[in-house]
């Protein structure tokens, strides 16, 4: 019985200890993307912190089966993404490390009824809810944005998910409702959608979503086009 105590205990440690390890890894991604945000590091000494930072969480995180897609806004689906057949999508001259200065449109704009530009379902009347698309761990993001910021994203969500080895992005949005370290599950609400951001509060911006991923390569984020994964995803 006291050896299956010892173990229990030794357990419960190594499970809290490995939580801290998370929290801090993705604290210090955050400070780091916060950074190459406002353009306070040079470039190479950016891939030099971050790729590191990404081996240890990849190591610290449990990686969980294979499985498809929530779309990331409840009460829609495919249909709301921007353009013909996913075409607002262009990640040509994109680069991680130019931060907020970055070129290009690596993402789909995901646009919710909302006429009055209130952030307000013009259906339901209630904000439409964010929902994380798979497992993962929530890497850096921001509560705090004022209309007068030039930050293009505005109230942004950067997620890592193990399984995949991908990181998603959620933009523009009203409030979030996670921190750096968060370990979240498919599905679940981390923001509202909103208008903040530097081009999205602007009046000629409908009220949306933007939405990215990227595929770690040499464990930098590189995007890809998610269209296909955003149509089949499963609709809450």
């Known amino acids: 019985m006291k050896k299956i105590i010892l173990l229990l205990s030794i357990l419960c440690v190594s499970v809290v200890s490995n939580a801290q390890d998370i929290k801090t890894i993705c604290s210090n991604i955050n400070n780091l993307n916060t950074a190459i945000l406002n353009g306070s590091i040079k470039k190479q000494d950016a891939v ?10 990849k190591k610290a995180s449990d990686k969980h089966p ?30 991680f490390l130019d931060g907020n200065k970055h070129a ?7 646009f919710i009824n909302d006429r009055n530009q209130d952030c307000v379902d013009d259906r339901t009347h209630q904000p439409v809810d964010v929902l994380v698309v798979d497992d993962g761990i929530v890497i850096a993001c921001t509560n705090e944005w004022e209309p007068t910021s030039t930050l293009r994203g505005g109230k942004f969500i950067w997620i890592y998910h193990p399984a995949q080895n991908i990181i998603t992005y ?50 930098m984020p590189v995007p890809y086009n998610p269209y296909l994964q955003l149509k089949k995803a499963k609709t809450i």
Do not use: M
């Open 48 to 57: 030099a912190q971050f790729k590191p930072l990404i081996e240890q969480l």
């Open 66 to 95: 294979l499985s498809g897609w929530t779309f990331s806004l409840k009460g829609y689906k495919s249909n709301a993404i921007g353009g013909t057949n996913g075409n607002g999508y262009s990640d040509k001259g994109y680069n």
């Open 170 to 219: 959620y933009a523009h949005n009203q409030a979030i409702f996670v921190k750096p370290g968060d370990e979240v599950k498919q599905g679940q609400k981390i923001a509202e959608v909103g208008r903040t951001g530097y081009n999205a509060f602007k009046k000629r911006s409908p009220t949306h979503l933007h939405f990215s991923a990227f595929k770690l390569v040499d464990d």
């Open 104 to 110: 290009a449109h690596p993402a789909h704009d995901i």
